[in-house]
């Protein structure tokens, strides 16, 4: 084109974009994807964490995939992932939906509802194991016998509390998306519902939550696929246990990696953790129907 | 945090701001006190534990176990947070500044580069390549990862500096940085493109003269929701870390804690003192923040 007009165009400016693309290319290659691949690479191989890596085969999975610690952290992973789903999902949309209204009190209300999405996971699970401190904390304060168990001592008990304070940090956010959510909905579905006598209740089941599918999938996703990933939370309130109550997949691969110098097995679990998140997500995905709007995913 | 997995909206903020001039009440006259008592409740469950800390951390350490939990001292002291001051915290704070700001600022531009030659140049095929990779980054869990980045660092001779927290942090905050900032460039009419070429501007140019200002609420989303998640990190400094002149302050707070356990007040004091500079934040820019939290997230 500029041979035929004369006007040398800015040397061919389109060649100019690829490069504009380099920089994050190349940090996300080098500090992502190489590792992706690396993990792969290094569950085939045995290595402390300090000296050399050497190859071994199959060691490493065997190890871990004949280890009854694994199927154990996966049933853990899964209860946390399923039950904090369960306890999360319906507040998050009571609470969004809430939100969502107009009244001046509730605006207020949620400049404090939140305020735990500002706070590190490590603040909150340290504030919290003060708190349930079954000597000094709140309970034993109070002195109601009922709120001063040993809440981290106890497995069942642990379970919960990591429950309740992985709820505790997350329903904010998941109310935020579905005040987003609901503010969507178009009014005249509410106006035509009051015109017919819907009440409160039955507009919300019969419009409210209909219209938020789509919502309720994105938030799900971001929930489950999300809970894969919970590490600090749980490694500072309970370090997994009391024993290995609640010894997360992401924590197996920590302690046997960083504390038990077990890098190969650790990378194993790690490849697993990659493949259930990959097919959790895609999964989910399929759930949503081709429709959940321009999916993201896409490109995969 | 959870940012594994998004889907794209429009400019969420316009629909809304349309429709909340129109509407002052859902659901019509009657008063809802079901729904108010509930938020109640909800504020007490929110509320007590962050009440209670920080109440307890101005409470003296002989006199805590004795008080009434709930009840503020009459005689708060500011001892709890002076010990917490005198055990480096400054320190940790400034490290904290470093790498998030570090991190923060290459991830950010890099990304809006990207974003700018993904949108622009999607004609081409390696850019749609890219951008798929990108992509995929959203679906992994990318804190699995974190064994063959501290081989990388220790490879690099990078491990126990900063740095080390900086460049994985920056990847890690890649995927959903470029996907938020294309899904806003490509709301940017193509006409203004085509007219700042014909004026001769690069496409160098173009990127900071053009598409930068037009996006720049976008931009500022994403450096605040990478900010808080860099900030609030804990695994990375805890894995390619080792030196307590390094740490960052979730790290340090752990590490406190360990130390001074059962020092209630003080660890509390240092819980408070860390989360309180976000929280100054919160305060004045609150609608950025959030809405820096839910960018690219949506229907």
Not at chain 1, 178 to 197: F, R, T
Not at chain 2, 67 to 93: A, C, G, K, Q
Request: with cysteine; hydrophobic share 50%.
């Amino acid at each position: 084109m500029s041979a035929l007009t004369g006007h040398p165009r800015p040397r061919d400016a389109r060649g100019v974009l690829p490069w504009l693309a380099a920089p994050a290319l190349v940090l996300f290659v080098g500090f992502a994807v190489i590792p992706l691949f690396g993990v792969f690479a290094l569950s085939f191989t045995t290595w402390d964490g300090i000296g050399a890596i050497r190859p071994s085969g199959l060691t490493s999975w065997r190890k871990v995939l004949t280890n009854p610690g694994l199927p154990h952290a996966l049933w853990v992973t899964f209860l946390v992932m399923a039950v904090s789903w369960a306890v999360q999902t319906p507040l998050s949309i009571l609470l969004g939906t809430f939100l969502a209204g107009r009244q001046c009190y509730r605006a207020v209300l949620g400049v404090v509802y939140f305020i735990p999405l500002m706070l590190s996971s490590a603040a909150i699970a340290i504030a919290y194991k003060a708190l349930l401190d079954p000597n000094f904390g709140l309970g034993a304060g109070l002195k109601i016998h009922a709120l001063s168990q040993d809440w981290l001592g106890r497995p069942g008990l642990a379970f919960g509390v990591v429950v309740f304070v992985v709820s505790w940090q997350f329903i904010p956010f998941h109310s935020l998306i579905y005040q987003g959510g609901v503010q969507q909905i178009p009014k005249s579905l509410y106006e035509a519902a009051q015109l017919d006598g819907a009440g409160r209740i039955r507009q919300f089941f019969s419009i409210t939550l209909p219209q938020l599918k789509y919502t309720i999938i994105t938030s799900s996703t971001l929930m489950v696929v999300g809970s894969l990933t919970f590490f600090d939370l749980i490694f500072v309130l309970t370090e997994g246990g009391p024993g290995d109550a609640t010894r997360v997949l992401a924590l197996d691969m920590y302690k046997r990696g960083f504390q038990a110098s077990l890098m190969g097995p650790a990378s194993a679990i790690a490849v697993i953790l990659v493949l259930l998140g990959l097919s959790l997500a895609l999964l989910l995905r399929r759930l949503g129907g081709r429709d959940a709007g321009a999916s993201q995913l896409e490109g995969v | 945090m959870t940012t594994t997995l998004t889907k794209p909206r429009r400019r969420p903020q316009k629909a809304t701001q349309h429709e909340r001039q129109r509407h002052p009440r859902r659901a019509g006259g009657r008063r809802n006190w079901g729904g108010g008592l509930a938020g109640l409740l909800w504020l007490a469950v929110v509320t007590v534990p962050l009440y209670w800390a920080l109440i307890t951390s101005l409470k003296a350490r002989s006199g805590y176990y004795a008080s009434n939990p709930l009840v503020p001292s009459s005689d708060p002291t500011l001892d709890n947070y002076r010990m917490v001051i005198e055990s480096d915290f400054v320190r940790y704070f400034v490290n904290s500044v470093v790498v998030t700001a570090g991190a923060v600022v290459p991830a950010v531009v890099f990304s809006f580069m990207a974003a700018y030659a993904i949108v622009r140049g999607w004609r081409m095929r390696v850019l749609r390549a890219i951008n798929g990779l990108f992509l995929m980054g959203l679906a992994i869990p990318l804190q699995a990862t974190v064994i063959p980045v501290y081989l990388i660092i220790i490879k690099l001779h990078l491990y126990d500096s900063l740095l080390a927290l900086i460049l994985p942090s920056i990847a890690f905050a890649i995927p959903l940085s470029v996907l938020v900032l294309t899904n806003f460039i490509r709301d940017v009419p193509k006409e203004l493109f085509d007219s700042m070429r014909v004026d001769g501007a690069g496409e160098w140019t173009t990127l900071w003269r053009l598409a930068a200002p037009l996006t720049r609420p976008a931009i500022i989303t994403v450096a605040i929701f990478n900010a808080l998640t860099i900030w609030n990190g804990f695994l990375l400094p805890l894995i390619l870390t080792q030196s307590p002149e390094r740490r960052t302050l979730p790290l340090a707070l752990w590490t406190f804690q360990g130390q001074y356990g059962v020092n209630v007040p003080a660890v509390l004091a240092a819980v408070v003192l860390t989360t309180l500079p976000v929280l100054v934040l919160y305060a004045f820019g609150r609608r950025q923040l959030l809405s820096g939290l839910t960018a690219g997230f949506s229907r």
